[in-house]
Structures are given as structure tokens and as C-alpha cells.
């Protein structure tokens, strides 16, 4: 997929903090993390590999890349635009496409709800988790998640200036009428 080998999470940091900077917006440290986690397992579902080198870890608020989150400690170091090549920045593109409209809690939500981080996380110390090992659990995850939304065809999930909600028909409560 790639002609460019990616190589390091921060070069996928980069691009992610280039992209919201094209959105006039900034990302917050945990929502890189949450970004750069999706693309890496979504990358290794479609292809049986990483997309970048990296190593993460399973915290309390899901899935973590420590070195990047000791340099964001101190905010992006000054780089280059990233150059990926074609199939990479679309990849990127989609995964932006799909997670970027949600907040920091939302994706943290989501991140906490699925089973590779329930079956990952302990709370008495964070663990070093296989990307690769994941990537079934996480999407089974999707898989259920995606499947209990179709089983209720009365709601479906619509687009909010807040981010995604659920929304339904409405049902008005029946009023106890004294004449």
C-alpha cells in the first residue's frame, strides 16, 4: 500500500495535526491517540500489518503510544509537511473521514466500549498490546455494534452539530385527560 515506508508514529502524528490545522482546528494529545490507535488497527484489518512501527499500550482512557505522548507532552515538534504516497494519504483520509467529527469523549467512549480494550485493559498497570493480536476483537466489536443498530429500525444515528446521536420516532406520552 505504501511506496513511502512510514517511519514512526509521528509521521502519521504529523499528518493528523497537519489535517485539523486545514480544518482551523487543534487536537488535543488523547484524540491524536485515538486517531493514530484507529488508523494503525483499521490499517492492520485491511492489510495483516502495521502501518507505522510503534508500540502501544492499554490505559484507563484506551489505547496509548507512549513516545508519542511524551513528545506531545511538550507539543509537535516543528516538520515538514508529511509526504505519503497516494494510497496512504486516502487511507488517511477515510480514517479522518470516519473518527475526526467525533470529540474527545466520544472517541474515548468508543475506544472503552469495545472488547479488545475490555479484554486488554487492567487497572492496576498499563499493558503493552499486539496491534495485529487485536484486530479481530476489534472487529467483532464493530461487527456487534453495527448489527445491534440495524436490529433497531426505529432509530438510526444522525450527524448533530455535538456529533453523532441516535435518534428515533417519536412516541407522545399519553396524557391522563379529566373533563
Same mark, same amino acid.
Given at each position: 500500500?505504501?511506496?513511502?515506508?512510514?517511519?514512526?508514529?509521528?509521521?502519521?502524528?504529523?499528518?493528523?495535526?497537519?489535517? @485539523?490545522?486545514?480544518?482551523?482546528?487543534?487536537?488535543?494529545?488523547?484524540?491524536?491517540?485515538?486517531?493514530?490507535?484507529?488508523?494503525?488497527?483499521?490499517?492492520?484489518?485491511?492489510?495483516?500489518?502495521?502501518?507505522?512501527?510503534?508500540? !502501544?499500550?492499554?490505559?484507563?482512557?484506551?489505547?496509548?503510544?507512549?513516545?508519542?505522548?511524551?513528545?506531545?507532552?511538550?507539543?509537535?515538534?516543528?516538520? @515538514? =509537511?508529511?509526504? !505519503?504516497?497516494?494510497?496512504?494519504?486516502?487511507?488517511?483520509?477515510?480514517?479522518?473521514?470516519?473518527?475526526?467529527?467525533?470529540?474527545?469523549?466520544?472517541?474515548?467512549?468508543?475506544?472503552? #466500549?469495545?472488547?479488545?480494550? %475490555?479484554?486488554?485493559?487492567?487497572?492496576?498497570?498499563?499493558?503493552?498490546?499486539?496491534?495485529?493480536?487485536?484486530?479481530?476483537?476489534?472487529? #467483532?466489536?464493530?461487527?456487534?455494534?453495527?448489527?445491534?443498530?440495524?436490529?433497531?429500525?426505529?432509530? %438510526?444515528?444522525?450527524?448533530?452539530?455535538?456529533?453523532?446521536?441516535?435518534?428515533? @420516532?417519536?412516541?407522545?406520552?399519553?396524557?391522563?385527560? =379529566?373533563?
Amino acid at each position: 500500500m505504501t511506496d513511502r515506508k512510514i517511519t514512526s508514529a509521528l509521521d502519521i502524528t504529523n499528518w493528523l495535526c497537519q489535517r @485539523a490545522q486545514t480544518e482551523g482546528t487543534v487536537l488535543p494529545e488523547a484524540k491524536i491517540q485515538h486517531l493514530l490507535f484507529l488508523a494503525q488497527i483499521h490499517f492492520a484489518l485491511k492489510s495483516g500489518h502495521c502501518l507505522m512501527p510503534s508500540l !502501544f499500550v492499554c490505559g484507563r482512557s484506551g489505547f496509548y503510544e507512549p513516545n508519542i505522548r511524551t513528545i506531545m507532552q511538550f507539543g509537535l515538534p516543528l516538520m @515538514a =509537511k508529511p509526504s !505519503f504516497d497516494a494510497s496512504t494519504n486516502d487511507f488517511l483520509e477515510l480514517i479522518w473521514q470516519k473518527y475526526s467529527h467525533q470529540d474527545e469523549p466520544q472517541l474515548n467512549r468508543f475506544i472503552i #466500549s469495545l472488547d479488545c480494550w %475490555k479484554q486488554s485493559y487492567r487497572p492496576e498497570r498499563d499493558v503493552i498490546v499486539d496491534v495485529i493480536r487485536l484486530a479481530d476483537s476489534f472487529a #467483532s466489536s464493530i461487527k456487534e455494534k453495527h448489527s445491534s443498530d440495524l436490529s433497531n429500525p426505529s432509530s %438510526k444515528i444522525m450527524l448533530s452539530q455535538h456529533g453523532p446521536v441516535r435518534v428515533s @420516532a417519536w412516541h407522545p406520552r399519553k396524557l391522563n385527560s =379529566k373533563k
